[in-house]
């Protein structure tokens, strides 16, 4: 990789983030306190995002950029993580397994719509 | 709308530059490979727990008040650093390969390290600031 691919990295990183600091913020703010819904839609609509990307035939550079530094910091495990284990510290034990598990299964199953998306075009 | 704070949004986007380029950098290590573990996002993604823990402990009950430090490290570099969206398509791609074991192992492990990260994170700054 040269430094412009990384600058580019770097750039287009910085903005996903961004976008998902906008995101959770305006979901969060919409729906109930007790369950991280601004996280769980972020990472949904990413994973149908990254199963589109990668279900479409892009040069090696246009993924890196597109797929790995956008659409991989919009979306985010660490919060996912925390939020998770603060529920379970708080006694909210069913909340933090839903997290988990509607987690799990909607997030495979996005990256399948994005992937049969990325087929049909 | 809402009225963003625009300094925030450029700690926000500062944090997340750097942890976008860190993981692309361990992305490189290694192809992706849907019969193998993938260790640059698990790393990525175990690291960045830890350090969200860390940071969100440190900074909400232990620091004074900053506006800017949570933004530029918490939501920025932990969120940039770590990603669901990679570990889902991986997931997929295992299961598409029939590496069925190994999708589920990636999904378990990845959750229950993620988890004990923040959880030994949290615990490490909650007993410094007790023995005070």
Redesign the interface.
Known sequence: ?NIVL?AG??????????L???VD??VA?RMARSFPFGTLTV?IT??V???LI?GLSLSYHVA?LA???L????????????E??RL?EERQVWPAAAN?IV??VL??A???LG?WIAGRL | ??A?DRRE?IA??????????F??GL??LAAPDPARWPWPTFTA?IV??F???YF?TRLLERLPLSSYRR?ML???L????????????E??RM?EHHHYGLAIGY?VV??TA??A???LA?ALVRRVRVRR
């Open positions: 990789m990384w990295v770097a750039a287009v990183g910085g903005v996903g983030s961004v998902r600091f906008m913020r305006a703010s990472n990413g994973a995002l990254l199963g990668s890196l797929g790995t530094a659409v991989g910091s919009y979306t985010t495990f660490s919060t996912w993580m925390l998770t284990q379970s988990i987690s799990v997030g495979v996005a990256a399948m992937q | 709308m809402f963003y949004l926000v986007f500062a944090g997340g530059a750097l942890g976008a380029v993981r692309a992305a490189e993604n960045g727990a350090l969200l823990g969100t933004p918490g939501t920025g932990c969120g940039g650093l770590t990603t669901f969206s990679t570990m889902q398509v997931t997929l299961l999904t990845s959750i993620g988890l990260a923040v959880y949290t």
